[in-house]
């Protein structure tokens, strides 16, 4: 008997009531730019990781290169160089040129897809100024021994923890093991605006020079009042002339990336419902690594090591050497049976022709090409059922079962 197409789909989203209320009432209040939702926004996602602040910007990619745009108020000079990952989704690239510094790439690990520490150090000259791990498909990268290299050079560590929400690494969590994280919120992401990104740090001042940046630079404090506006303007200035207009007095080179009201009004009801997602994405990301343990000989997923979580972003799959069938392979038969794939990113230095211009040679990376050659990743988020995973597991053993017969 054939089995009825049951699909799995890549990603949901979630949209709550709180969500669409919040929207409502902006949208009749005609104040849809940046406002009080995107302020309370950010101080619940600062609650929920404990830190003193968090930043909302429009993607997660501009959260990345504002974190590292803030060096520059530390003494970073453009074309300064940031050791980064070869494998990662290539908005960690482009942020690094974004904020105008050098992308210098180093090698990830096969079994945890994260930067390999050991190769760090030989990639360190007098230019370096940070490093900037991936947390790829959630699993946490190896924090101790970056944070140990880092201090020893005087670098400074920005977390990419855009795929990252929910992760935790010797009992903290993921996003507040560096200098600064950021976070995409784009709607693949547990936590979500639709589109948006946000920073988090305990630093004050570092917050500060965040708002300024992603708001073309502007100055964000009125000399009178002190503390920040957020928005580089200061109310109280129409009632008294010792309030300063900061609106064009610009600080700092910037960038215009600003979250709005109605992407936070999203976010506001995704927090609500962060907790149950959290859960229902673990139970399905442990029980799809379950699955990937019986067709062991022919693929691997990443593992949750006993000191950390794993923040259940997507479900990697990498096939083994000498399966004698190719990703593309696989990639057609669960297609094929209504289960939707990506394939695995690709090394930024030698895949991706942004970044050619940089003189990496192929095969300089061979971990992350592997990877990348090898990789896909499949939805683990909450809408899917354990039936789906069920289904999952006999689409697997069927094709494992045809490739056998005609190896
Ligand atoms: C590792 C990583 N960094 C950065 C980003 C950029 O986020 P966005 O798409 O919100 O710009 C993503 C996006 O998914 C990502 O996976």
Redesign the pocket.
């Known amino acids: 008997m054939t089995e009825k197409k049951m699909g799995i789909p890549f990603g949901t989203i979630c949209i709550t009531d709180t969500a669409k209320r919040l929207i409502n009432e902006a949208l009749d209040s005609k104040r849809i730019s940046s406002g009080k939702l995107v302020r309370e926004f950010e101080k619940k996602f600062a609650a929920l990781y404990g830190v003193k602040e968090a930043v909302a910007v429009s ?6 290169a504002l974190a590292l745009a803030v060096l520059y108020d530390y003494g970073a000079h453009r074309g300064d160089e940031v050791i980064l990952p070869a494998l ?2 290539v ?2 690239g482009n ?1 690094v040129l974004h904020a105008g510094f050098t992308p210098v790439f180093v090698d990830v690990e096969r079994e945890t897809l994260n930067i390999n520490p050991d190769l760090i150090e030989s990639a360190i000259t007098e230019k370096t100024i940070a490093i900037m791990p ?1 947390h ?1 498909m959630g699993k946490p990268a190896k924090m101790d021994e970056i944070s140990k290299i880092a201090r020893k050079h005087h670098l400074k560590v920005i977390e ?1 923890a ?2 990252a929400h929910g992760a935790e690494y010797k009992g903290k969590k993921v996003g507040t093991l560096g200098d600064l994280a ?1 976070f ?3 709607v ?2 547990i936590i979500t605006t639709g ?3 946000i920073v988090i740090t305990n630093d004050t001042e570092k917050a500060e020079i965040l708002r300024s940046l992603r708001s073309h630079g502007r100055a964000c404090k009125c000399e009178t009042c002190v503390v920040s506006t957020g928005s580089g303007y200061c109310a109280k200035r129409f009632n008294n002339p010792a309030h300063t207009d900061i609106r064009f007095v610009f600080e700092r080179f910037g960038f215009s990336c600003k979250m709005n009201e109605l992407e936070a009004a999203i976010g506001l009801g995704a927090l609500e419902q962060y907790a149950a997602i959290l859960t229902k994405r673990t139970h399905n990301l442990h029980a799809m690594m379950q699955v990937i343990q019986k067709y062991d000989k022919y693929m691997f997923t990443i593992q949750e090591e006993a000191h950390e979580k794993i923040g259940p972003h997507a479900f990697p799959i990498i096939l083994k050497e000498g399966t004698g069938f190719t990703r593309d392979a696989l990639v057609n038969y669960l297609e094929k049976n209504g289960i939707d794939s990506r394939n695995m990113f690709q090394t930024m230095p030698t895949q991706c022709a942004g970044f050619k211009y940089l003189g990496y040679r192929e095969g300089q990376f061979p971990e992350s090409d592997y990877i990348a050659d090898n990789g896909l990743h499949i939805g683990v988020h909450q809408d899917i059922t354990d039936e789906q995973i069920n289904y999952l597991d006999r689409v697997l053993e069927k094709f494992v079962n045809e490739k056998q017969r005609t190896l």
């Open positions: 993607t997660g990619t501009d959260a990345d990662s989704f908005a960690t942020a991936v790829l990419d855009a795929e950021a995409s919120l784009y693949a992401h589109e948006g990104g």
